[in-house]
């Protein structure tokens, strides 16, 4: 069996909801596929299988639409000329048919047409009809063509609701034209401009939410920007500049001073700073040295240096943040598969209602019966299109995953979006996320002697250790100017410390139960400091020699400088905030207190971090688990939304729903915002075209008619129409403009 993998699709001939739901429910009956989402406002279709390209686009070309695979850049780039010509033809047509249909409107307005002959053959009208076929055909053929191919396989549409009711309305206009005595007199109105208006409107309506569309992906669009065409490769000691697509892993690469980095690789000689800020959201650049990481399309500062490339391609780290963005992008939350289930059966429902009408108006209303019943009938048709409902959460999830990737947050898939700003409880694992997850000396007490000797001694001793408190030793020693000298007799003690000699002095380093194993006591004063210490979570280490205590240094792995305002900022939102963490419960307690959080759960084994928070929302929480590290994987997954922070591991960050690319937890709460932006414009967009649909329908039904006398035009019913696409769209646009709160001046506190 092939391997599962992940296809998308563009797609050309969707209109409305009930186009999605067809396509949807096409591409999911191919053999392999195991989920596929359609995408309205992107006409695009992510499919999760093992399904191959070629049936995939055979199944959507059996509904009646064209589909192309999108596989690189190129490929995006090609649908998005596609649109721009579709944009542009869109116009073409609008302007045709409003050419035509304009000048007939006023003119029939203020009687300048000559009267139906009230018993013959009309010629100007016949003529006239037949010249408002060809321009429905030209500027609507889209819309009965896609009908055309609907009535045969029985699948209706928005191209069903605009052919029936511009189709009927010609169709009626015609009859009279040629046979008006088969009418009665006061039924005899000509509907041409009408049909040839509702096309115009409609066309226009679909162009402008096409170009509102199209800012949506500009998020994309300065993702994919960032990859650079060409590449500097060094051979043989000459530089050549070569196509991005020739680099290989290990070529030698060249950077020169304000270039953007092309491919992720690691820097093999000299220096500079590197922003990073496209990647991260952070402004300040970072110092980039030999042994140090470099990403595509980040930008090189004032300095040059030469790097090996270690990730081309798909592979680079660019490459899958566009990957990520776009398949979130083109992803649902639950919200938008249930407006899916009621387009699916909304046309049809609609098809009903408008025949409905037709019979009631026919045989209770007033004269001329049939006109009345056409008008009604075909104003329904033309008013009820689902077009806004199915733009309504697409839109609004494009925009907002666009809007997370400029801060750094890539959110896999619009169920994490929408869950987000759900959330009642954060879980914050401690290392790595509240604090740096790196330990380092804090405190240096020399008891006898100075403070350097203690030092040179303690990381002399230290240097054959891989211990993390060693390396904290070893840097603060290098930080002071002090080299640590040879030691014999190493041997490191499980769980206490290590024992060696230094410059002929036996010495012992290790925890004050390691002291008190070895018969050295410690005084008072000094356990006194040594509580003091463990109350501010920091780990004393004590150097001993020959029985007698030397000094101690304190190790801890300090906080990061955010984490206090990220935790404070959390609970200003409603949100209760957990700190999880292995740590023993007098150190948790000890940097829960610093930090102001409200729960503690403190010496948890990795493996059980994952039932912590299944007994959270056992609690009937909605949790959110932050993490950084393999041992948060599970509890990643396991959570209702998992953030990784971006610093971690990538077995992290495949578990996690939002990836962090900064190292912060404010990015928790930016995300949170983003969220709950999102979704509030989710809901303004559905209420929107719920309420649309709900007055318009029984509106052009006719309903008022009996107490005001008010019939809608079937021409208004088409501006509607195509102006409620319009404003969702341009809702959708304004996240655009949201600032999260991170990114707005603080009040001190």
């Given at each position: 069996?092939?391997?599962?993998?992940?296809?998308?699709?563009?797609?050309?001939?969707?209109?409305?909801?009930?186009?999605?739901?067809?396509?949807?429910?096409?591409?999911?009956?191919?053999?392999?596929?195991?989920?596929?989402?359609?995408?309205?406002?992107?006409?695009?279709?992510?499919?999760?299988?093992?399904?191959?390209?070629?049936?995939?686009?055979?199944?959507?070309?059996?509904?009646?639409?064209?589909?192309?695979?999108?596989?690189?850049?190129?490929?995006?780039?090609?649908?998005?000329?596609?649109?721009?010509?579709?944009?542009?033809?869109?116009?073409?047509?609008?302007?045709?048919?409003?050419?035509?249909?304009?000048?007939?409107?006023?003119?029939?307005?203020?009687?300048?047409?000559?009267?139906?002959?009230?018993?013959?053959?009309?010629?100007?009208?016949?003529?006239?009809?037949?010249?408002?076929?060809?321009?429905?055909?030209?500027?609507?053929?889209?819309?009965?063509?896609?009908?055309?191919?609907?009535?045969?396989?029985?699948?209706?549409?928005?191209?069903?609701?605009?052919?029936?009711?511009?189709?009927?309305?010609?169709l009626y206009s015609m009859i009279i034209s040629l046979w008006p005595a088969s009418v009665p007199e006061m039924g005899r109105h000509i509907y041409f401009e009408a049909a040839l208006i509702i096309i115009a409107l409609i066309n226009l309506g679909q162009a402008l939410e096409m170009r509102a569309r199209g800012k949506t992906s500009e998020a994309i669009r300065r993702l994919i920007g960032l990859t650079p065409k060409t590449?500097?490769?060094?051979?043989?000691?000459?530089?050549?500049?070569?196509?991005?697509?020739?680099?290989?892993?290990?070529?030698?690469?060249?950077?020169?001073?304000?270039?953007?980095?092309?491919?992720?690789?690691?820097?093999?000689?000299?220096?500079?700073?590197?922003?990073?800020?496209?990647?991260?959201?952070?402004?300040?650049?970072?110092?980039?040295?030999?042994?140090?990481?470099?990403?595509?399309?980040?930008?090189?500062?004032?300095?040059?240096?030469?790097?090996?490339?270690?990730?081309?391609?798909?592979?680079?780290?660019?490459?899958?943040?566009?990957?990520?963005?776009?398949?979130?992008?083109?992803?649902?939350?639950?919200?938008?598969?249930?407006?899916?289930?009621?387009?699916?059966?909304?046309?049809?429902?609609?098809?009903?209602?408008?025949?409905?009408?037709?019979?009631?108006?026919?045989?209770?209303?007033?004269?001329?019966?049939?006109?009345?019943?056409?008008?009604?009938?075909?104003?329904?048709?033309?008013?009820?299109?689902?077009?806004?409902?199915?733009?309504?959460?697409?839109?609004?999830?494009?925009?907002?995953?666009?809007?997370?990737?400029?801060?750094?947050?890539?959110?896999?898939?619009?169920?994490?979006?929408?869950?987000?700003?759900?959330?009642?409880?954060?879980?914050?694992?401690?290392?790595?996320?509240?604090?740096?997850?790196?330990?380092?000396?804090?405190?240096?007490?020399?008891?006898?002697?100075?403070?350097?000797?203690?030092?040179?001694?303690?990381?002399?001793?230290?240097?054959?250790?891989?211990?993390?408190?060693?390396?904290?030793?070893?840097?603060?020693?290098?930080?002071?100017?002090?080299?640590?000298?040879?030691?014999?007799?190493?041997?490191?003690?499980?769980?206490?410390?290590?024992?060696?000699?230094?410059?002929?002095?036996?010495?012992?380093?290790?925890?004050?139960?390691?002291?008190?194993?070895?018969?050295?006591?410690?005084?008072?004063?000094?356990?006194?400091?040594?509580?003091?210490?463990?109350?501010?979570?920091?780990?004393?280490?004590?150097?001993?020699?020959?029985?007698k205590l030397l000094g101690l240094l304190a190790v801890a792995d300090p906080v990061r400088s955010d984490s206090r305002e990220a935790v404070r900022r959390l609970k200003e939102k409603g949100l209760r905030v957990v700190m999880l963490t292995g740590d023993s419960r007098e150190t948790a307690n000890a940097i829960a207190e610093e930090l102001g959080v409200d729960d503690v759960i403190s010496e948890v084994m990795p493996a059980?971090?994952?039932?912590?928070?299944?007994?959270?929302?056992?609690?009937?929480?909605?949790?959110?688990?932050?993490?950084?590290?393999?041992?948060?994987?599970?509890?990643?997954?396991?959570?209702?939304?998992?953030?990784?922070?971006?610093?971690?591991?990538?077995?992290?960050?495949?578990?996690?729903?939002?990836?962090?690319?900064?190292?912060?937890?404010?990015?928790?709460?930016?995300?949170?915002?983003?969220?709950?932006?999102?979704?509030?414009?989710?809901?303004?967009?559905?209420?929107?075209?719920?309420?649309?649909?709900?007055?318009?329908?029984?509106?052009?039904?006719?309903?008022?008619?009996?107490?005001?006398?008010?019939?809608?035009?079937?021409?208004?019913?088409?501006?509607?129409?195509?102006?409620?696409?319009?404003?969702?769209?341009?809702?959708?646009?304004?996240?655009?403009?949201?600032?999260?709160?991170?990114?707005?001046?603080?009040?001190?506190?």
């Amino acid at each position: 069996m092939r391997d599962a993998k992940i296809i998308r699709l563009a797609i050309d001939g969707m209109h409305c909801a009930g186009c999605v739901a067809k396509v949807e429910a096409a591409l999911n009956s191919v053999a392999g596929v195991t989920h596929a989402s359609v995408n309205l406002a992107q006409r695009t279709a992510l499919v999760e299988g093992t399904a191959h390209a070629s049936d995939l686009i055979a199944a959507v070309e059996a509904t009646g639409r064209t589909a192309s695979e999108i596989r690189t850049a190129a490929d995006e780039t090609a649908r998005e000329a596609a649109e721009q010509l579709r944009f542009k033809q869109l116009i073409r047509q609008f302007v045709v048919a409003a050419a035509v249909g304009a000048p007939l409107f006023v003119a029939g307005m203020s009687g300048w047409l000559p009267q139906l002959a009230s018993e013959s053959f009309n010629t100007f009208w016949f003529i006239l009809g037949l010249l408002t076929l060809a321009v429905m055909l030209y500027s609507g053929r889209h819309y009965y063509i896609g009908a055309a191919r609907g009535f045969r396989r029985l699948q209706f549409d928005m191209d069903t609701l605009i052919a029936t009711g511009t189709g009927a309305a010609w169709l009626y206009s015609m009859i009279i034209s040629l046979w008006p005595a088969s009418v009665p007199e006061m039924g005899r109105h000509i509907y041409f401009e009408a049909a040839l208006i509702i096309i115009a409107l409609i066309n226009l309506g679909q162009a402008l939410e096409m170009r509102a569309r199209g800012k949506t992906s500009e998020a994309i669009r300065r993702l994919i920007g960032l990859t650079p065409k060409t590449a500097r490769i060094v051979r043989d000691g000459e530089e050549i500049d070569v196509a991005i697509e020739m680099v290989q892993i290990g070529d030698m690469l060249r950077v020169r001073p304000g270039e953007r980095i092309s491919v992720d690789g690691v820097v093999a000689d000299g220096h500079s700073l590197v922003d990073e800020s496209m990647l991260t959201g952070e402004p300040m650049p970072v110092m980039k040295e030999a042994g140090d990481e470099v990403v595509g399309g980040t930008i090189n500062g004032h300095g040059s240096f030469l790097f090996r490339a270690t990730r081309v391609g798909a592979d680079t780290v660019l490459a899958q943040i566009v990957a990520m963005v776009q398949q979130a992008q083109s992803s649902k939350p639950g919200i938008g598969r249930v407006v899916d289930r009621v387009a699916a059966v909304f046309v049809p429902t609609v098809l009903v209602i408008a025949a409905i009408t037709f019979l009631i108006w026919f045989y209770a209303g007033p004269e001329p019966q049939i006109s009345y019943a056409l008008v009604t009938a075909m104003t329904v048709l033309i008013i009820a299109c689902p077009c806004a409902l199915g733009l309504a959460t697409p839109m609004s999830i494009m925009v907002g995953v666009g809007k997370a990737a400029e801060h750094g947050i890539l959110i896999r898939n619009g169920e994490a979006l929408e869950q987000a700003g759900r959330l009642t409880t954060i879980v914050l694992d401690k290392t790595g996320t509240l604090t740096i997850g790196k330990p380092v000396v804090t405190d240096c007490i020399a008891l006898h002697g100075s403070r350097k000797e203690l030092l040179y001694l303690a990381a002399s001793l230290e240097s054959g250790s891989e211990h993390p408190l060693a390396a904290a030793i070893l840097a603060a020693a290098a930080e002071e100017g002090v080299e640590s000298g040879n030691v014999g007799g190493f041997k490191a003690i499980p769980g206490l410390g290590v024992e060696g000699v230094v410059d002929g002095r036996r010495l012992l380093l290790g925890s004050l139960r390691l002291m008190e194993e070895q018969g050295i006591e410690a005084e008072v004063e000094i356990r006194q400091q040594l509580a003091g210490l463990a109350e501010k979570a920091r780990t004393p280490v004590l150097l001993a020699e020959n029985g007698k205590l030397l000094g101690l240094l304190a190790v801890a792995d300090p906080v990061r400088s955010d984490s206090r305002e990220a935790v404070r900022r959390l609970k200003e939102k409603g949100l209760r905030v957990v700190m999880l963490t292995g740590d023993s419960r007098e150190t948790a307690n000890a940097i829960a207190e610093e930090l102001g959080v409200d729960d503690v759960i403190s010496e948890v084994m990795p493996a059980d971090k994952d039932s912590k928070i299944a007994d959270l929302q056992r609690g009937g929480e909605v949790v959110g688990m932050v993490g950084d590290g393999i041992n948060d994987a599970a509890a990643l997954a396991r959570a209702d939304v998992g953030f990784a922070i971006g610093a971690g591991t990538d077995i992290a960050m495949e578990s996690a729903d939002v990836t962090l690319m900064r190292s912060t937890p404010l990015s928790v709460i930016t995300a949170i915002e983003i969220s709950r932006a999102t979704m509030a414009n989710i809901r303004q967009n559905l209420v929107g075209a719920f309420i649309y649909n709900m007055l318009g329908i029984p509106v052009a039904a006719g309903v008022l008619f009996p107490f005001m006398g008010l019939l809608l035009n079937p021409m208004i019913a088409g501006a509607a129409m195509a102006l409620s696409s319009f404003t969702v769209v341009s809702n959708a646009n304004r996240l655009r403009l949201f600032t999260p709160e991170s990114d707005r001046p603080q009040r001190n506190h």
